[in-house]
């Protein structure tokens, strides 16, 4: 009996933390409402509608998402929309945007690796990689990202006058802050891919390549040999 509870407890965990970082946006949407912040409380409702989209995306598309990844991903943009941008983290700790990237890198680095998983579960795809080129791979998808990233902060900056990216260093032009955001993506998704490299050199499974199995194991639809 408790070998059939630890799974239900092992994914009930990961759901009470969603519940509980959406009730502290939710509460700090009470808070803008009674302090009559129409705008702050429209921003804030815009984020906790945002951290119920993998609910509905799932449902719409018919896959299901691993609490655990659901997880993950409430938790970036609660902490980069919300405590980042709405509760101007940024602005009282330097270092909260280079962490942000960062562990963006390693997301993305897992991201790679769950592409390279599909591609290899694909019928009309005969993949057999190598554990370096895996690697590679997840790691080059991941800068490619964030490059992207990049990119549309510029764009954003340039033509609507926003202030994506944000002077560091007594750089105004937002060059440093560019850099440094490529760096720690590059340093997180490095640190995934090693780890991941590792393991899989060694032929055990590490904890990425379970969390995809899992992610394969609740969609089988998407991953059947026909």
């Known amino acids: 009996m408790p070998a059939d509870r630890a799974p239900s407890s092992s994914l009930a965990l990961p759901r009470r933390v969603t519940l509980a970082l959406q009730a502290v946006i939710g509460l700090g949407l009470l808070l803008e409402l009674y302090e009559r912040q129409w705008l702050n409380a429209a921003i804030v409702a815009a984020i906790l509608l945002l ?6 995306v799932a449902r719409g598309t ?7 990844f659901e997880l993950l991903a409430i938790a970036f943009i609660f902490a980069s929309l919300y405590l980042g941008e709405r509760r101007d983290f940024y602005a009282r700790f330097w270092w909260w945007d280079l962490a942000l990237h960062s562990t963006s890198g390693a997301l993305l680095g897992i991201l790679g690796f769950l592409l390279v998983y599909i591609l290899n579960q694909n019928p009309h795809i005969d993949l057999h990689m190598q554990p370096g080129f895996v690697a590679f791979f997840a790691f080059c998808f991941s800068l490619a990202v964030g490059a992207s990233w990049e990119i549309f902060e510029f764009a954003m900056d ?3 006058g926003t202030n994506m990216q944000k002077p560091m260093f007594g750089d105004p032009s937002g060059l440093t802050d560019t850099m440094w955001d490529l760096i720690v993506d590059a340093l997180g998704s490095l640190a995934v891919v090693i780890y991941g490299f590792s393991y899989m050199r060694r032929g055990t499974p590490s904890w990425i390549e379970r969390s995809i199995a899992r992610f394969i194991e609740a969609n089988p639809r998407l991953f059947s040999r026909r």
Do not use: E, S, Y
Request: no cysteine.
């Open 51 to 56: 951290t119920a989209l993998p609910a509905f």
């Open 62 to 68: 018919k896959v299901t998402i691993p609490p655990q």
């Open 158 to 160: 340039q033509i609507f």
